[in-house]
């Protein structure tokens, strides 16, 4: 057993209230709407795979009866060495039957389920993709990965065997138990007095073993959700030297997957040998009771040994019918978790009246604005503002005052708890939320910059924008100077986050692709906190360019960003203190003058 950290202090941080265990009964309905991804495939592939499993499970029914009463009861005992000839060839051909028909089962039924995983892993990454930003507010990004991957990739065994095996093996119990009945009904009736047996050790498992792998799901979820927050951090946790505690903290965490898969694995591993020692029970009672018919002439040793035959038959398929209860007792652990994502309904959702929102100018309103991204924390407190089109718009305030909140509203990423907003006359709920955005630029102080080539970054808000145009773009906010001087210029590659970039060079960037994307309306949100005086130099020029023709959102701390602005709106606690342009606000020696003030003695002094 692997050695167990006991520092409770770092144990301690084992809080997840996104993930819970969902303690409901055995859903069907939810694993019929599962199988519905299948029915794409039902003309083609679904159709030819059922025509295999009936070839297949027919010669299965066949042989023993070929071999049991035809061969042994008529062409030995007859001494018919032409009839047995003829047994012989027929059975081998039977077996090469099975075995083609066993091979495109087995291959149409890989391409049906990889295309369904295929379906249904793009169905909930596009689903997730149309979320609002309350519900990734709620859940890690690790958290959302295990519902992608891990859970969607649990569910490739139930759709590739499980579905097709469980037919066949239906079919295969009713052909078994039918042709038994036939045979010998007192036989029949001998050895089904196993199956009360057998219904006690499946219904006693059941929900043992579904609890089981909802309990694995929940500790993959919270094992990917630290990994990924591990590997994001790892510059800070080398920082402050919080390896070893980190180690802990990442021992624990797979420490509890490891016993949930223990757990569970035990759980699954009872039932098999439980099946086995029914089967050896029957084939107890098949010998006994068998041998006492033989005696009295009730049947003959053809039809006993088509009675072993089969009964190992019998017992094959109620094996595997436990496996693909287990993999649906998966299946339904992980696509519980599945469907809780696809049932999520976004917080910004569109009327279904909504109207293309073409060619806007940027005027923008606020009517007795109320937000609160919960119950005790309101951010803005029935604001009222104006921003006329083609003007630079500032807002100033400390930190929670709700500048930011104003940017996310006028995106749409959130709705106001009370009031309107509009854009040109428009309540922003009105419109499509496509044609909302696609008129929109947001540059942030924290720039994404995703892995790909600098030019494809650029290019991210516009795919269809020529080279030519991403180079001007780029000239325009000072950026082609330091891409030219990379490796590959353009070309160069950059892995996540753009660490081989500085940060004021990764927020040019972010100006060349807003810039390329020609949007009526800019966000600026703290876009150049992090960079040195002579990029915000070259920004200030960029930004000439930029806010051309544009209604412009500018959000700083640094008030020489600001001081150019058209209009000034200071805010505190979500109410709008003061508005008005630099100088007018300066006059009034209010909260402005006083951040204004508060900033030139803090440079001073250093």
Avoid: C
């Avoid at 030819?48 to 030995?76: C, E, R």
């Avoid at 802990?248 to 591993?269: C, H, L, M, P």
């Avoid at 098999?272 to 050896?280: C, F, H, K, Q, S």
């Amino acid at each position: 057993m692997m050695e167990k950290y006991k520092d409770e202090k770092v144990l301690s941080r084992f809080k997840y209230s996104a993930d819970e265990v969902i303690e409901k009964p055995f859903n069907w309905k939810q694993m019929l709407r599962l199988f519905s991804y299948m029915k794409p495939y039902r003309k083609d592939l679904l159709p030819l795979s059922i025509l295999m499993v009936l070839l297949t499970t027919s010669v299965k029914l066949i042989i023993p009866i070929l071999i049991g009463v035809y061969t042994l009861d008529k062409a030995l005992e007859n001494k018919d060495g032409q009839l047995l000839a003829v047994l012989v060839s027929v059975i081998a051909v039977l077996y090469i039957l099975s075995y083609g028909a066993n091979y495109f089962r087995i291959k149409w039924m890989n391409v049906l389920g990889q295309s369904v995983i295929y379906d249904l892993r793009k169905h909930l990454f596009t689903h997730v993709q149309s979320l609002s930003h309350r519900f990734f507010d709620q859940r890690s990004a690790g958290s959302i990965l295990v519902r992608i991957m891990n859970d969607i990739n649990s569910l490739q065994e139930l759709f590739t065997n499980g579905v097709i095996n469980l037919l066949m093996d239906m079919i295969l119990l009713v052909g078994i138990f039918i042709i038994l009945f036939t045979l010998s009904p007192s036989l029949t009736l001998a050895i089904m007095v196993i199956l009360p047996i057998m219904f006690f050790i499946s219904t006693s498992l059941r929900r043992k073993i579904r609890r089981s792998w909802q309990v694995v799901r929940l500790k993959q979820s919270k094992l990917n959700s630290h990994l990924n927050e591990s590997i994001q951090g790892i510059r800070i946790t080398q920082a402050f030297t919080q390896e070893k505690e980190n180690m802990i903290y990442f021992d624990g965490v797979n420490t509890e997957n490891f016993e949930s898969w223990r757990i569970a694995s035990q759980k699954n591993a009872l039932f098999r040998p439980l099946v086995e020692l029914t089967n050896a029970l029957g084939s107890a009672v098949l010998i006994w009771f068998g041998a006492y018919l033989i005696q009295g002439n009730e049947i003959s040793i053809g039809v006993f040994v088509s009675f072993a035959f089969y009964l190992g038959m019998f017992w094959e398929p109620i094996s595997r019918l436990g496996m693909v209860y287990n993999q649906l007792l998966m299946g339904m652990a992980s696509s519980e978790r599945i469907f809780e994502f696809l049932d999520e309904k976004p917080n910004v959702a569109e009327n279904k009246n909504a109207v293309l929102l073409k060619g806007i100018r940027g005027h923008i309103e606020f009517e007795s604005v109320k937000f609160a991204y919960d119950d005790r924390r309101p951010a803005l407190k029935g604001i009222n503002l104006e921003m006329r089109a083609g003007q630079t718009v500032a807002l100033v305030g400390h930190t929670g005052s709700g500048k930011t909140t104003i940017a996310n509203l006028i995106s749409r990423f959130y709705d106001p708890t009370e009031g309107i907003v509009k854009i040109d006359g428009h309540d922003l709920r009105d419109v499509t939320l496509l044609s909302l955005r696609k008129q929109i630029s947001i540059v942030l102080q924290d720039t994404f910059i995703f892995s790909g080539t600098i030019k494809e970054n650029i290019r991210f808000g516009r795919p269809d924008a020529t080279d030519d145009e991403v180079r001007e773009a780029a000239k325009a906010v000072g950026a082609d100077t330091f891409i030219r001087n990379l490796p590959n210029g353009y070309e160069t590659e950059v892995e996540e986050r753009g660490n081989i970039l500085s940060v004021g060079e990764r927020q040019l960037l972010s100006f060349a692709r807003a810039l390329l994307a020609d949007p009526r309306i800019l966000i600026l949100d703290e876009a150049t906190a992090s960079i040195d005086t002579e990029t915000e130099m070259k920004i200030q020029k960029a930004l000439k360019t930029l806010l051309n023709g544009r209604t412009a959102i500018i959000i700083a701390h640094r008030l020489s960003t600001i001081r150019e602005a058209d209009h000034i709106f200071v805010l505190d606690h979500g109410n709008i203190m003061e508005q008005g342009n630099h100088h007018q606000l300066m006059d009034l020696e209010g909260e402005y003058y006083s951040l204004v003030k508060a900033q030139f003695n803090m440079l001073n002094a250093v």
